[in-house]
């Protein structure tokens, strides 16, 4: 898949990597208000105002969203028109949350059953709502670091990047109280800039930050298209773009004779609006617009089985 040439300046460096530590709570959605409100609420409550969900079950009422499309004059990538649906069961999502001058946000893509029973993904749009059967969601604050969304001048898109954390006075006290609950820091969270292959810049992050072991713990941006493994005939399955929209990423590093490897599986929604999933080719996959990336050390023991 050939690169996507941006409009704007390329940004250095190509990956912005910060260690962090966390905290989880879990909670169950109500209806009447939007997604974005009680996540952030979540946060809140553990101290943080950044972090990452990962969301399933239960509907969305109103839902809506867009998905990739084709370029434009301005930008080598673009969204669709907003679509949307009274009512939609959600299967999963994946949200990264932060803040946008200096108020709550979050980018979120996720995938789930229409009324018609097609399946469906794409991009959340922040009036997202659940309903009286709401979502469930695992909100992991972070601490160290701070998600912040600006206009990125390379793409000309929104972006979020990992900051050195902004800490507002009346929260200060709770938030070191959080830190000193922690452990030392276990998790790098990163943005991955656009044409920088998802595989490398993975195995990248977990050396500079010396994990031999470690687990995808979050992961939502966008591929220049997809290259997949056909599982069945070994072939690859190429996906069209410019874009195509992650909604999860799973998988874990490990050292083997002395080398960091790892295999990734993905699901995503393309321009078409078509659901995709499998494993990830290394090399073959670049990042469009950007990639939010969470890892974390694993320090539990690896279990053969003869």
């Not at 004779?257 to 993905?266: K, P, Y």
Request: with cysteine; glycine share 8%.
């Amino acid at each position: 898949m050939l690169p996507l040439v941006h409009p704007g300046p390329k940004t250095e460096p190509r990956i912005i990597a910060r260690p962090v530590h966390t905290k989880r709570a879990v909670r169950e959605l109500s209806g009447g208000q939007p997604v974005i409100d009680q996540l952030h609420e979540t946060l809140a409550s553990l101290g943080a105002d950044s972090g990452f969900a990962e969301i399933h079950g239960g509907n969305y009422a109103p839902l809506s969203y867009c998905i990739p499309d084709v370029a434009t004059a301005e930008k080598a990538l673009s969204f669709s028109e907003t679509r949307g649906h009274d009512r939609a069961h959600l299967i999963y999502g994946s949200v990264t949350l932060g803040v946008r001058d200096d108020a709550p946000y979050m980018h979120s893509h996720c995938f789930w059953q229409a009324p018609s029973g097609a399946l469906e993904g794409g991009h959340v749009w922040l009036e997202t709502e659940g309903d009286t059967t709401p979502p469930v969601a695992i909100v992991t604050a972070v601490f160290g670091a701070q998600w912040q969304s600006t206009t990125d001048p390379e793409t000309k898109m929104p972006v979020f990047t990992p900051e050195q954390p902004a800490t507002r006075p009346e929260r200060s006290d709770l938030m070191h109280a959080a830190t000193a609950e922690g452990h030392p820091s276990d998790t790098i969270v990163a943005r991955v800039l656009p044409n920088v292959d998802i595989t490398e810049a993975l195995l990248r992050v977990c050396r500079e930050a010396g994990f031999e072991r470690a687990s995808v713990r979050a992961g939502l941006g966008s591929f220049v298209g997809a290259t997949f493994v056909d599982r069945a005939s070994g072939e690859h399955t190429v996906v069209d773009g410019p874009a195509t929209e992650v909604i999860a990423l799973v998988g874990d590093v490990r050292t083997v004779d002395g080398e960091l490897t790892t295999r990734l599986s993905c699901t995503l929604v393309d321009r078409h609006g078509e659901i995709r999933a499998g494993e990830l080719v290394p090399g073959e996959n670049l990042v469009a617009a950007t990639f939010e990336l969470t890892v974390q050390r694993l320090v539990a023991p690896v279990i053969v089985v003869d």
